[in-house]
């Protein structure tokens, strides 16, 4: 099976700290992408990446940025975490193509106090 | 701009009846149709897709149907399960079924209640 894996379930961060997620996939994966999750809103695509040290902003990139230095880890960033960055983060990976859609990770719930 | 709509935020359905979930459309150039499924504190599951050039994609107790001129799709499950309770999103690409690199657009998400 696909493993999407994001390092940690649940973060409580205070406010101006810098901040990493980390997301790592085990099935060699081209693509990875960063959403957040949050109530009445879906999920919106925070930034992406198809290659390694590759990556490209998706629609709310502001107050984030990413790395990508192994094919297997892509790290979200929050350089100095704010309120409004409470969310769930969900991390997912693919294949190129959408037959078999992305795989996602369990998320983390980041709560900015 | 909200491209992918999802107007129901909660369906309730009995279990054994069919369920039918929606999703609408804006943006004409998104070819390629998907639904994920997520419960709580997990992340989404791919359930099934569908892409433009079909009308019908079925796949066990799944059906996703696409009506282009409408611009709109719906995941139809039948028979419902109570493992089905869960929150259901609508996604969209627009470069076919070799694209999704540039990452997917979500609907906000309908809670699919399934009541014994």
Same mark, same amino acid.
């Given at each position: 099976?696909?493993?999407?894996?994001?390092?940690?379930?649940?973060?409580?961060?205070?406010?101006?700290?810098?901040?990493?997620?980390?997301?790592?996939?085990?099935?060699?994966?081209?693509?990875? =992408?960063?959403?957040?999750?949050?109530?009445?809103?879906?999920?919106?695509?925070?930034?992406?990446?198809?290659?390694?040290?590759?990556?490209?902003?998706?629609?709310?990139?502001?107050?984030?940025?990413?790395?990508?230095?192994?094919?297997?880890? =892509?790290? #979200?960033? #929050?350089?100095?975490?704010?309120?409004?960055?409470?969310?769930?983060? #969900?991390?997912?990976?693919?294949?190129?193509?959408?037959?078999?859609?992305?795989?996602?990770?369990?998320?983390?719930?980041?709560?900015?106090? | 701009?909200?491209?992918?709509?999802?107007?129901?935020? !909660?369906?309730?359905?009995?279990?054994?009846?069919?369920? *039918?979930?929606? $999703?609408?459309? +804006?943006?004409?150039?998104?070819?390629?149709?998907?639904?994920?499924?997520?419960?709580?504190?997990? %992340?989404?599951?791919?359930?099934?897709?569908?892409?433009?050039?079909?009308?019908?994609?079925?796949? %066990?107790?799944?059906?996703?149907?696409?009506?282009?001129?409408?611009?709109?799709?719906?995941?139809?499950?039948?028979? !419902?399960?109570?493992?089905? @309770?869960?929150?259901?999103? $609508?996604?969209? @690409?627009?470069? %076919?079924?070799?694209?999704?690199?540039?990452?997917? +657009?979500? %609907?906000?998400? +309908?809670?699919? *209640?399934?009541?014994?």
């Amino acid at each position: 099976d696909v493993k999407v894996t994001q390092s940690s379930r649940y973060l409580v961060k205070r406010t101006g700290e810098k901040v990493f997620l980390e997301c790592v996939q085990d099935m060699d994966h081209e693509n990875m =992408f960063w959403y957040r999750q949050d109530p009445g809103l879906g999920l919106r695509l925070i930034y992406f990446s198809y290659d390694v040290k590759m990556k490209e902003k998706g629609d709310i990139p502001e107050g984030y940025s990413v790395s990508r230095e192994k094919k297997e880890r =892509f790290s #979200l960033i #929050l350089e100095s975490a704010s309120t409004n960055q409470t969310s769930m983060y #969900l991390c997912a990976s693919s294949l190129p193509g959408l037959r078999y859609g992305y795989t996602f990770g369990s998320g983390t719930r980041l709560t900015v106090v | 701009d909200q491209q992918v709509k999802q107007n129901s935020p !909660s369906l309730s359905v009995q279990e054994g009846r069919i369920s *039918i979930l929606n $999703c609408d459309y +804006t943006n004409s150039m998104f070819d390629y149709f998907l639904w994920y499924k997520k419960y709580p504190a997990e %992340g989404p599951t791919f359930l099934i897709s569908i892409s433009s050039i079909k009308d019908k994609n079925e796949d %066990g107790r799944f059906t996703v149907f696409l009506n282009k001129s409408a611009k709109h799709l719906s995941l139809h499950i039948v028979p !419902s399960q109570p493992g089905d @309770s869960a929150v259901y999103f $609508c996604a969209a @690409s627009d470069g %076919g079924s070799g694209g999704g690199a540039d990452g997917l +657009t979500f %609907g906000k998400g +309908t809670h699919l *209640i399934i009541q014994p």
